[in-house]
């Protein structure tokens, strides 16, 4: 084991994937270390009402957030792994897309909103957190460290946009500001952010003003990612919706107290989500299937127990940690957490079963499975918010991720394959059982 341990200390590859992961796993320590404190902060400092109209605003823009990405994020770092030499027409491209995807997602809010019974206010807070998406264009810069393995310097743009939104919204509570102002410093956020990017993209030596727009080349990328926009429309509306329906047929109390119990078990998203970025390079660069299938089955079982192990640390200490920071006024969180935080279980599936339709090029399966979980969720939430309030949504929440990434394997031959690295992803075990009788062969 330690001749072992010294060979990967002197193989270039794994130290170079090895610090990525590094970079990528101390930046979302910080962020969730700063960004919960100061989060829990401005949540004690709204109450669980106006923080519900906060998280609300957020969810509802969430429905549509999808559109502006346009799927291509998992494309565009696909195709400049396998030819960096297209880097500035892929980079262009994608830029462009995303920018006026952004401005399609203000018009769908401004007719989207006539279907609502938001007040003016309300719909205020709306428009303010979905101009943000206009600068999440140049998050295009990101993947492109990606595709390189060089995530240090996306670190150093999440850092300094943190800080900064991090003291602002400190300042604001200081001076017992309004909850806009609390929205506006999203808005800022994002363009800081997008301004880091930049930055250090021009930093190495590279150039925003070489990126071109290709027609032939955006058809292509669109065809490739429209399965991976729905899909994540169907995602995103999913994750959201449960808010949007306690917000509707509860109140912005409920939605408080529920957003919280979210924050806190979606914090642990992080984990399994750094390990499949910094492990996806890998996979999408080998061409034997086998092989793939072999690689993926460590990365199944590193990715599902790291984040069971989450599960069980959150069991231990959410509670406590819920009443000492969150205060008695957000009690109600605490069994809701309880129920959600076994979605990080599920999640972790999700991203490493990601990594493989991205190998096998079977992102169009993702838009029935994504609808499937959609219509799974609503039902649920439909059926058991009336009885049980809150803690119905969270149920609801936690059997629509089963369904979407167990059960719906079983209906989807495609899917069966990939179905048994999940059980090995689960139950280790497994993996033992099969090599043992290899062998024996």
């Known amino acids: 084991m330690f001749l072992k341990l010294k060979s990967l200390k002197n193989h270039q590859g794994f130290i ?13 320590i910080l962020r969730m270390v700063i960004g919960l404190f100061v989060g829990i902060w401005v949540a004690r400092y709204l109450g669980p009402e106006q923080f519900g109209l906060l998280s609300y605003s957020q ?45 399609l997602v203000l018009v769908i809010l401004a007719i989207a909103i006539h279907f609502t019974s938001n007040d003016t206010y309300t719909n205020i807070l709306v428009f303010i957190i979905a101009s943000a998406t206009i600068f999440q264009s140049f998050n295009v810069v990101d993947l492109y460290f990606q ?6 310097f996306v670190v150093y743009a999440n850092i300094i946009s943190l800080f900064i939104s991090s003291v602002i919204k400190v300042l604001l509570i200081l001076n017992e500001a309004s909850l806009i102002s609390f929205v506006w410093v999203i808005l800022f956020d994002s363009f800081i952010l997008a301004c880091g990017f930049i930055y250090f993209y021009i ?3 590279l150039s925003l003003f070489k990126w071109r727009f290709d027609k032939t080349v955006a058809i292509d990328l669109l065809k490739d990612s429209w399965p991976l926009l729905l899909s994540a429309l169907f995602a995103t509306a999913y994750m959201k919706i449960d808010q949007i329906m306690i917000h509707n047929m509860l109140d ?14 979606e914090l642990f ?7 499949k970025n910094s492990l996806q390079p890998i996979i999408l660069k080998l061409k034997d299937k086998e092989v793939i299938r072999e690689k993926l089955s460590y990365i199944f079982i590193l990715i599902i127990w790291t984040s069971l192990f989450c599960v069980f640390v959150f ?6 940690f819920i009443l000492k920071f969150f205060g008695e006024q957000y009690i109600d969180s605490v069994p809701i957490s309880m129920i959600l935080i076994w979605t990080n279980v599920f999640v972790a599936i999700a991203f490493s079963f990601s990594i493989w339709l991205l190998s096998e090029n079977l992102q169009k399966k993702t838009i029935y499975m994504g609808l499937f979980g959609l219509i ?22 936690l059997i629509g991720h089963f369904f979407t990434y167990i059960i719906y394997d079983i209906f989807d031959k495609d899917f069966r394959k990939i179905f048994i690295l999940k059980v090995i992803g689960l139950f280790p075990v497994v993996l033992l059982i099969k090599r043992k009788k290899k062998n024996e062969l």
């Open 16 to 28: 170079k994937y090895f610090k990525n992961t590094s970079w990528l796993f101390f930046e979302k």
């Open 59 to 103: 969810s509802f823009v969430g429905l549509f957030i999808a559109i502006s990405m346009l799927g291509l994020d998992g494309i565009i770092i696909r195709e400049l792994i396998k030819d960096e030499n297209r880097r500035d027409e892929l980079l262009g491209t994608a830029f462009w897309l995303k920018f006026f995807g952004a401005f």
């Open 147 to 152: 595709s390189k393995v060089l995530s240090k």
């Open 203 to 205: 930093k190495n030596n």
């Open 252 to 265: 912005s109390y409920s939605v408080g107290i529920y957003s919280v119990a979210v924050r806190m078990t």
């Open 269 to 275: 998203y992080f984990i399994p989500l750094i390990l």
């Open 315 to 320: 069991i231990l200490g959410g509670e406590w």
């Open 376 to 397: 799974s969720n609503i039902v649920g939430n439909i059926i058991l918010i009336p009885i049980y309030g809150v803690y119905g949504a969270a149920v609801a929440t």
